[in-house]
């Protein structure tokens, strides 16, 4: 009787460690996607170069993300898709192209872009599996960034995306 106890007691225990979060991992869900990250580490990291690269960002008269509405009101159906394009964005065109003279906040940005590959290979998963479908409204919306994006030098427009990252991990966490 006593072991019945104690195994149940045990499993339990193992079933609420289970559902733990840990070192600040939240799931974010995207429509029919979930994922799971660290937006504690992200936004650590992103904190501590913030001043630095938002001081390199010659341009302060125009956004990336920030264009009129790019990630204002997302349609539920659509937040899958619009979060794999803007993370496939930033690993693809923004992290390859914000090299910077000090080491250590090259290791900022390495860590953040990890952190985005990892995501964008979770969401890249989902949408394999037909779960997360692009709409007319994600695609516009991807447009007008990348209009953005692309009306600048590569490095102007790597460094002021990376600046506007806050943007971004504000829209995730404020995501029903």
Not at 92 to 105: A, G, P
Not at 147 to 169: F, M, P, Q, R, W
Request: net charge positive; with cysteine.
């Amino acid at each position: 009787m006593k072991a019945s106890h104690l195994v149940l007691c045990l499993v339990s225990l193992l079933c609420c460690l289970n559902r733990m979060p840990t070192a600040g991992i939240r799931i974010f869900r995207f429509g029919p996607c979930q994922v799971s990250l660290s937006m504690t580490e992200i936004r650590a990291g992103f904190n501590a170069i913030k001043a630095n690269i938002q001081a390199r960002d010659p341009i302060r008269t125009l956004s990336i993300l920030s264009y009129p509405h790019s990630l204002h009101k997302v349609q539920s159906s659509d937040r899958c898709c619009i979060t794999h394009q803007l993370f496939d964005f930033y690993v693809e065109k923004v992290f390859k192209h914000c090299q910077t003279e000090d080491s250590s906040i090259n290791r900022k940005i390495s860590s953040i872009a990890n952190s985005f590959l990892s995501v964008k290979r979770n969401l890249g998963q989902c949408r394999e599996q037909n779960k997360c479908t692009c709409g007319q409204e994600s695609s516009e919306k991807l447009k007008q960034i990348l209009e953005n994006y692309e009306g600048l030098n590569v490095t102007s427009a790597a460094i002021k995306s990376l600046g506007e990252l806050d943007i971004l991990l504000d829209w995730m966490e404020k995501s029903p």
